[in-house]
Structures are given as C-alpha cells and as structure tokens.
C-alpha cells in the first residue's frame, strides 16, 4: 500500500516535471529562466531607455499591449505592417495615427535576438515591457506569466469591431470586455490606465463645442477643465490632433489620481466620465480615488487577466524573428 503511494508519487512528480519542460498550453513565470536568462535585465534596460528620451511611451506600449489583447488575444497581431496579402491592424481606425511604441518594441526584439535568437515571442517582450513601463512610471509590479506564441496573422475588422470606442455608452464597452472574458470591475479598473498618457482633441471634443445639438457642453464636465481644454482644442478642425492629460492632475504619474478627477466630473474622455453615471462603477471609483494601495494592487491582478487573453502557446504559433512580419 505504502510502496503503491510511493510509486504513485514518483509517477505523478514525472508527469508534473514533463508537463514543465515541454508545456502543457498553460504560461509559466519561469518559461525563459533557462533559454533567455538576461530577458527581464535587457527589457527593463530597453524601456529605461525609451521613457528617459519620452515619458509618454511608457503610456504608449500600456495602450499597445492593450489593443494587442483585445484582437485574436495576446499574440502580436497589432505589431504585424500591412502585406500585400494581409490587410494588418495599424490602419484600424482605433489604431491608425494614435497608438505609437512599435520602434520600441523593434529595438527591445532586435537586442533580444541578439542574446537568445528565436526565443522570445514579440507578444511576451510586449507584455514584459508593458509592466515595466507601468512600474517605472510610479505603478506597481507584478509578475507576468510567460510563454505566448505569437499569432500567423492579423484581422482590422476584428481591431475596428472589438475595441472600444470613447464615443460609446458603458453598456457597449462593457459588452466589449465580457467577450474577452473579463467584467465590469475590469472595465472600471484597467480604465484606470488613463492616469498616464494623452488624448487627440479628436477624441473628445464633441464634449466641448456641441454636445447636445444645441451648442452646449456635456453638463457632466467641470467647468475650469472645460476652459482649460477649449483652450487645447479651439473649435476648429486644425486642432483635432493637438494632446491633452487625460489625468490632468498628475500626467506622468501612475496613481490613482485619475479616479479623484472621475470624482470631480474632471474625467477627459466621455467614456471616463459615464464611469460615474452607474452605481456599481461610481462605488468602484470612489473605492480607488480614496485608496491608492488598493488601486495598484487590483490594476495589477487585472493587468494579469488581460494578459492571458487568447493566448496561443504550445507548438501553435510560432517565435516571430521580426515582430512586423510572420516568419
Ligand atoms: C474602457 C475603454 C477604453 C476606451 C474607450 C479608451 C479610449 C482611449 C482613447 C480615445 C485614447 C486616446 C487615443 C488618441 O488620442 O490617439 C486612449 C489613450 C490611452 N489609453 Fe485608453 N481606452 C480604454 C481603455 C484603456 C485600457 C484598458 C488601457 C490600458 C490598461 C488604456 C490605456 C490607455 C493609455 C495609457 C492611453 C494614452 C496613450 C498615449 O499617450 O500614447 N485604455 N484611450
Ligand atoms: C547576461 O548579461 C551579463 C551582463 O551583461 C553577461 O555577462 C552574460 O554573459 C549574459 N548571459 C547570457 C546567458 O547571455
Ligand atoms: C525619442 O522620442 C522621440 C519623440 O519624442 C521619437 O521621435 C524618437 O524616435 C525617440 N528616439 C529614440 C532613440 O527612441
Ligand atoms: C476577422 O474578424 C471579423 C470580425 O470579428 C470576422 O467576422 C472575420 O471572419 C475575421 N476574418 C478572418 C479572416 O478571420
Ligand atoms: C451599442 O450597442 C448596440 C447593440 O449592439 C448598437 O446597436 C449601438 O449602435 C451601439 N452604440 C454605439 C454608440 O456604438
Ligand atoms: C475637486 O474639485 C474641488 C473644487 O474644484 C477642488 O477643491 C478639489 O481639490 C478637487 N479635488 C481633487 C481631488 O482634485
Ligand atoms: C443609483 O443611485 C441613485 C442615486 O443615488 C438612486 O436613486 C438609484 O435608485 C440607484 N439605482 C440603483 C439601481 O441602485
Ligand atoms: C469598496 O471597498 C470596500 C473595502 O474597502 C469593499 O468592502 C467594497 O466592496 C468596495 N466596493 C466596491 C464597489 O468595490
């Protein structure tokens, strides 16, 4: 009995030890530990370097990882150029001219492949380097599971179809997040990226001029920040791509500043600001604009989910040489 026990351990801890070496489909913290030992050192490095000649890339490469999950998941369909047979998703029209860090991501890659050629998928250098820049610029850190594959290929219909739009109710975007499997705690939590980063006038500034048909504003705006960001985004056309705050409190701070301003009807984009138009999702915000630790902590766990989305691992796939084409 005792020595049956035994044998079934062994056997259990030999199934446990394959399933560790050749994957189970499952991501692992310690997928490069042996193949790229330097790979967090040279991703820290890379976007050390990035945020020190411009602090708002570390805002970019959080957008980047985010719209690279929410189309066919987690596996660098977003990072894919355009071919002659493959329509991409830089042209989508939540991408097109707005999210920016490619270069970033083609430097990080080209000094991975240096040390560990033909290892390290282009959606895990994404990840890791989203949670750098998150921690770097005042955010917390958290340790990302590894082992993504990147994707064969990319779909703009999916990038125009699955991502949110600012200009849409909660109810829409909600919607958008629950078929990526994730909820409305998510929605009210990882909006909570917009505490860096900026925003085209474009992407709000209906709330400004016209909101209502009759030359008024959105009411749910406060009044100075009304003014400031008329001031930004005069009512004309040639401004539509001049940047606001969307924290105009603390721009290039990951805190938890961006709910206090939810708070005070300061939110930039309409879809910030509806965040306080629900019960569920104005308690959430209350809860973070007063508990900064508690914010950090939950972004992270979110941040984690999101970051599972879709992902492709195993033998599916494959390690992309070049993170703007299929090998
Ligand atoms: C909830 C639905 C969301 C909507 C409707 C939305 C919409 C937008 C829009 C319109 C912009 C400005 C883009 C431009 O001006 O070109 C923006 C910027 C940004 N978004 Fe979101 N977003 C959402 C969720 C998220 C999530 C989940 C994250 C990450 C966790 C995120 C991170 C960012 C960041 C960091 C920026 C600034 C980027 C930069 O400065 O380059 N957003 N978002
Ligand atoms: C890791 O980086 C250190 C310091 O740059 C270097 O000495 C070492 O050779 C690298 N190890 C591998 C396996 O690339
Ligand atoms: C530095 O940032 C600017 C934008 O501010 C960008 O155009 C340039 O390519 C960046 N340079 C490097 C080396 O990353
Ligand atoms: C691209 O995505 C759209 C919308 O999700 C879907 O209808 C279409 O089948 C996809 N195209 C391909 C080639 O997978
Ligand atoms: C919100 O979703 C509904 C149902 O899918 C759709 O009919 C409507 O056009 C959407 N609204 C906006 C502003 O996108
Ligand atoms: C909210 O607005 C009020 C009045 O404009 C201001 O006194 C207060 O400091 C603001 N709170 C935050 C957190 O910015
Ligand atoms: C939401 O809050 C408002 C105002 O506090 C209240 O009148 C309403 O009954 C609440 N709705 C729900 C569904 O709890
Ligand atoms: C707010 O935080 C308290 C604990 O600080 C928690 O019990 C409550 O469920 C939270 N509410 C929401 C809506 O997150």
């Not at 056997?11 to 913290?29: A, K």
């Amino acid at each position: 009995m005792a020595q049956n026990a035994y044998a079934f351990s062994i056997i259990s801890s030999l199934c446990l030890m394959f399933m560790f070496t050749f994957g189970n489909g499952q991501l692992d913290y310690k997928f490069y530990d042996n193949t790229c030992p330097n790979l967090t050192r040279i991703i820290r490095n890379g976007v050390w370097s990035a945020i020190a000649n411009e602090t708002r890339i570390a805002a970019s490469l959080l957008r980047l990882h985010f719209h690279d999950c929410f189309v066919l998941g987690c596996e660098g369909s977003i990072l894919l150029d355009d071919t002659s047979n493959l329509r991409g998703e830089k042209n989508a029209l939540p991408n097109r001219n707005s999210v920016r860090g490619f270069e970033v991501i083609d430097q990080i890659k080209a000094d991975v492949e240096k040390a560990c050629p033909s290892t390290v998928s282009c959606t895990d250098i994404l990840t890791l380097a989203t949670r750098d820049a998150v921690f770097l610029s005042g955010g917390p850190f958290w340790p990302v599971p590894l082992g993504r594959r990147d994707g064969l290929t990319a779909n703009e219909t999916a990038a125009n179809t699955d991502l949110p739009s600012p200009f849409e109710p909660l109810e829409n975007i909600t919607s958008k997040f629950v078929a990526k499997g994730l909820n409305l705690k998510d929605v009210v939590i990882l909006s909570g990226g917009h505490t860096i980063g900026f925003a085209q006038c474009f992407t709000f500034k209906q709330r400004l001029f016209n909101f209502d048909g009759a030359g008024n504003p959105d009411p749910l705006l406060e009044t100075s920040l009304l003014d400031s960001l008329r001031g930004i985004c005069p009512n004309q056309d040639n401004s539509d791509t001049n940047l606001a705050p969307l924290d105009v409190a603390t721009v290039r701070k990951f805190d938890n500043s961006y709910f206090k301003m939810l708070v005070n009807n300061s939110g930039v984009l309409q879809s910030d600001q509806v965040l306080m138009t629900d019960n569920t999702t104005a308690a959430c915000v209350l809860n973070y604009s007063k508990s900064l630790p508690l914010f950090l902590k939950d972004f992270a766990a979110s941040m984690v989910k999101m970051s599972k989305i879709g992902v492709i691992t195993g033998q599916e796939g494959q390690i992309r040489r070049s993170c703007r084409a299929v090998n």
